[in-house]
């Protein structure tokens, strides 16, 4: 086969270029090809001839048919081909690495060039295999390069594929653990690794929204644990970086979570990380991480001081954090300029004697929700009957749309994506505070203005239709609590 310029000046030069690409089997080639097309205004050109057409689809399918080396190529071409603004290029592929397609095996490590590895984990994140997350948490935690978009891409993959951020960092820990590195210092290299690990959590926290649930905390300090394994570092400079990366991670999640921060185990990893520095003083270019932390702590324990609840194992943390001095003035200054606290509280602010432990005033700590549940259960149950619409509605609005144009199917896509993400988040806020949908929509049912309300006076009316189901909440004793009553109407 006769091989054609690789940098295109006329119409001739790119048909001949498109031809080459359909019939090609040789895949350095077709690399080469590939960087020659994926240029600005060429794209979309060279989606005009047919043959160009041809060619991506028979990428796509040997996307899916080869294994090993071979398909990380086809995988990283694929990807190249998408960085152009040709939207016909775009869907082409998105859609065709949408269909299921087997496993992968092969490891990222396989392709020698920093940016294929980079174009590979963007695929990754559109292939629909079944151990995605699985395989984007190897990708990340194995990816040797210094300064890697591989990396950066394939943790944002994994935050967005995995069912929630404690099992994201699960995966990161379980595949950092079994790292292995051929150095003098095996501490100090695990924990660059680690480091680099955290700065491309950090920045996949600023472009997801993934789920966090209660038990984020304890699962970051096991992947910190994990990350350094067990091996001393040598180099302080090195651990300082682990510190101040695993710091500033903690409050990325944290703070717009905050009623996570109620919660002293979410601050495990604080623990680990002091234990970097023991006996020594945390060093001075923590500070700052340390103090951003401490003022998502800060603002938790004043919450709980104005509902009269104190916590030692949260004013614990803090004083780890900022060490007695500083953690001392922190708390001095909350008492003095808090309004309302009784003078139990600021005692305890100031002296640290507990008048009574979060876990020994349940029924205060619940005051801090009970005026907004009605809201929650509000959100809660639109969310619920928002869902269910689109899953009577997507279907068809999928088939409406089948012929538009790609940015409109895609922005379907995204409203679908996001809607189900919005319930799932409203439905776990729902279930902490330990409520459930009850009563079927259409269902008749004799009337009880005990459990029923209706936008119309119903007098007279025995039996009525559900329009909106009860939302209730589970007791310890006795029967659910009613926290909305079903909608109504009369039949």
Do not use: C
Not at 92 to 114: E, Y
Not at 237 to 260: G, Q, Y
Not at 320 to 346: N, Y
Not at 456 to 472: E, F, N, S, W
């Amino acid at each position: 086969m006769v091989s054609h310029p690789t940098t295109p000046t006329n119409l001739s030069d790119l048909e001949a270029l498109a031809t080459e690409f359909a019939a090609s089997n040789d895949l350095d080639r077709l690399r080469e090809i590939t960087i020659a097309l994926a240029r600005p205004g060429v794209t979309n050109k060279a989606w005009s001839f047919p043959a160009f057409q041809t060619g991506v689809r028979t990428l796509i399918e040997r996307s899916a048919s080869t294994d090993g080396e071979d398909r990380l190529k086809t995988l990283a071409l694929l990807a190249r081909l998408m960085t152009q603004p040709s939207k016909a290029v775009q869907h082409a592929i998105r859609s065709g690495l949408g269909h299921p397609a087997p496993a992968l095996l092969a490891l990222p490590s396989l392709l020698s060039d920093p940016q294929d590895r980079e174009y590979l984990a963007q695929a990754v994140r559109l292939a629909a295999i079944p151990n995605r997350a699985e395989y984007l948490a190897v990708f990340s935690a194995s990816e040797g390069q210094y300064l890697s978009g591989a990396r950066k891409q394939a943790t944002i993959g994994l935050i967005e594929e995995a069912p929630s951020l404690t099992a994201a960092f699960d995966l990161l820990g379980q595949e950092l653990r079994v790292q292995e590195f051929d150095t003098q210092d095996v501490g100090s290299s695990r924990a660059r690794r680690l480091v680099r690990t955290l700065e491309a959590i950090l920045n996949a926290l600023r472009v997801t929204d993934p789920v966090v649930e209660a038990d984020v905390g304890p699962a970051f300090g096991r992947l910190l644990t994990a990350g350094l394994g067990g091996s001393p570092i040598k180099e302080r400079s090195v651990a300082i970086e682990v510190a101040v990366a695993a710091l500033d991670v903690l409050t990325a999640f944290v703070r717009p979570n905050f009623s996570l921060a109620r919660d002293p185990q979410v601050f495990d990893g604080v623990a680990v990380l002091r234990r970097l520095f023991a006996p020594a003083r945390w060093p001075d270019e923590t500070l700052d991480s340390r103090k951003a932390l401490a003022g998502v702590l800060r603002e938790a324990i004043a919450l709980l001081a104005q509902a009269g609840i104190t916590d030692n194992k949260l004013r614990h943390t803090i004083i780890l954090l900022l060490e007695d001095h500083l953690a001392e003035v922190t708390l001095r200054e909350l008492a003095d300029r808090s309004p309302g606290l009784t003078q139990e509280v600021r005692h305890w602010l100031a002296r640290g004697r507990a008048i009574r432990t979060l876990e020994g005033s349940e029924a205060t700590a619940e005051t801090l929700l009970e005026a907004v549940d009605r809201d929650i259960a509000e959100a809660f149950r639109e969310a619920a009957g928002l869902r269910e619409t689109w899953e009577h509605v997507k279907d068809d609005l999928a088939d409406a749309v089948r012929d538009a144009p790609p940015y409109l199917k895609q922005a379907v896509d995204r409203v679908g994506s996001r809607l189900d993400r919005l319930a799932r988040r409203v439905a776990l806020v729902a279930s902490k505070r330990e409520m459930e949908l009850t009563d079927e929509v259409g269902e008749a049912v004799e009337y009880s203005p005990v459990d029923h309300e209706a936008d119309h006076p119903l007098a007279g009316v025995r039996v009525v239709r559900i329009i909106a189901p009860k939302v209730t909440r589970r007791a310890r004793s006795g029967p659910p609590q009613i926290v909305l009553k079903s909608r109504v109407e009369a039949t």
